[in-house]
């Protein structure tokens, strides 16, 4: 017999209120590459590996642990998804954003997505966080293509403001308190696995790019399918290609990422006990 997408969304849901219980997370936060070690930071933790979950899928990047923290941060109770699943390897775009759909289905009101990722704007340097206001989806497809299941949402789902003008500010509020300057801009996702040339970091410029990376767009799509509130958030791990003469690998980008994981969880603790 043949199990349906939802089915398999469901699975996962069931599996998860089975390990971690049946209190629902008020938020999930999604830790891109090098963030992973914030889920160490959620108190009573039940973690569940990714390939303990029905249909979940894994991910084989460097520095995505890829397992499933519940617990409590504060008052709060956290679901924190230390790693993501990505287009470029060899997913397609239901299986990349199948975690978001299964925090929405748990309950998740508010999700935080964090990644790692190119500045485009020269202002923009490795080490900053960037508050995302609006993205540009580059990766040829949508997570939403093929028959919409009414459970899940409308056919057409309003993207006017994928990244939540509440949410952004509260970061902001809490960027201030701390002293930590961060910046905004409008985040490109593109299909790598390959880093851009600067021909195509110039045109990304052109379009209104202000920082470029291969993941976040996806899930913010379904999160918005599903009325969950999102809150987008990129550690600025290197100049993107040609803004310096110098080139580009994943090591750097792991590296810039741990240097500024401290702040990025401090923000991260400050805007979950706000919401």
Known sequence: MTITYLQQVDAAVAEVRRRAGEAVPDVAIVLGSGLGDFAGR????VSLPYNEIPHWPSSKVIGHEGRLVIGRLGSRRVAALSGRAHFYEGHDLRTVSFATRVMAR???KALI???AAGGINVQL????LMVIDDHINLLGSNPLVGANEDAFGVRFPDM???YSRRLRGVADDVAREQGLGIGHGVYVAVHGPSYETPAEIRFLRTIGADAVGMS???EAIVARHMGVEVLGISCISNAAAGVLPQPLNHDEVM???RQARGAFAALL???VARL
Do not use: F, K, Q, R
């Open 42 to 45: 959620l108190g009573d933790a």
């Open 106 to 108: 748990l309950g998740v």
């Open 113 to 115: 997505l964090t990644n």
């Open 125 to 128: 340097t490795p080490g900053m």
């Open 160 to 162: 006017s403001e994928v």
């Open 216 to 218: 976040t767009v996806p």
């Open 255 to 257: 590296a810039v990422a």
């Open 269 to 271: 603790e400050g805007i």
